[in-house]
């Protein structure tokens, strides 16, 4: 069958255009998008040619990894519903993850519709909010996971470093849970969003010492979603013992850390990355009830026909943007 889609089809190069899908099964849907949610940093990734698969970086040697159709998240409308699929019914609102599609580097694809989708990829929303705040679902686990996984006690000291959508949500998960949270960023606009704890410019890691001077026991929480391992490094001198480091950045293929140093404080470090159907049913859960926003964190959104533009936007940042969201109706 045939389907729209937003194809990667060189390093920098974007193009909405028609592409071919395999028939849908007995176990699968179709699903007629309304709306996806550009991940900035994952997709952004990609389209500059250095991810192979997921978390995996594109080393020489490795195939050119276009044409691609990016991407992971999304919300629509069901049209069909295999035999086999016995809980969904033609008409309800979903949130989709991950389609297939022929012809491309990747037999998967995010930006896609219809959707053809298994019944696994595919999840009921609850009633009572625009469906559209679902439509960045997975990206918002990432920074539900990056708050649920440490273990502190309400008024204990964290800092998340970077001031983007997981950083967002990872702040908000965290103070939802009673931590006194510091969020460090580069973007006035940004770090303006985010209000459940302080903010502090970056400031060419002048923050370490602000930080050490304001938490003088050290952190229980640091959290990386930037991907870099000077953060790293930085959250690790400022811990006190027995804290827990997360880290939710790409490192590319700069991805050595040494153990030695958590070590002398004795530090947990959790590595977040992917979904489970639990964690973003959870997840999806907590947007309903407020606790994680996502609709006061989209700065844009674009016709699909414009993806071109969105993209151009976010990577060169020629205006303050932070949720892009693509509108397939």
Known sequence: ????????????????????????????????????????????????????????PWRPGDPHP???????????IVDWVGAAVTDLKTGDQVFVSVSNINGMFEPRGGHISPSV????????????LDPIAYSGLVLTQVGYNCGERPRFEPGDAA???????VGQWAGQMLASRGANVVMIGRHPDRLSHFKSGETMLEDGGNWVDIVKEKFPEGLQVGVDTVGSLNVMGQLESSMKRFGHLVSAGFYGTDDCMALQPPRYKELCIDLVSGATPDR??????????????????????????????????????????????????
């Open 280 to 329: 973003l049913v959870k997840t999806m859960e907590l947007v309903a009830d407020g606790t994680l926003q996502t609709l006061p964190l989209i700065t844009h959104r674009f016709p699909v026909s414009k993806a071109a533009e969105a993209w151009e936007l976010i990577e060169t940042k020629k205006e303050p943007v932070m949720g892009v969201v693509l509108d397939w109706s």
């Open 159 to 165: 800092v998340v470093v970077g001031d983007g959508l």
């Open 1 to 56: 069958m045939k389907a729209n889609a937003v194809v990667f089809t060189d390093k920098n190069q974007v193009s909405f255009q028609q592409v071919d899908c395999p028939d849908p099964d007995e176990n699968q849907v179709i699903v007629n998008i309304t709306h996806s949610w550009l991940s900035n940093g994952t997709e952004g990734s990609y389209l500059r040619g250095e991810r192979i698969d997921g978390d995996t």
């Open 117 to 128: 989708s298994g019944r696994g990829a595919v999840i009921k929303l609850p009633e009572g």
């Open 66 to 76: 276009f044409p691609i159709v990016a991407g992971y998240q999304k919300v629509g």
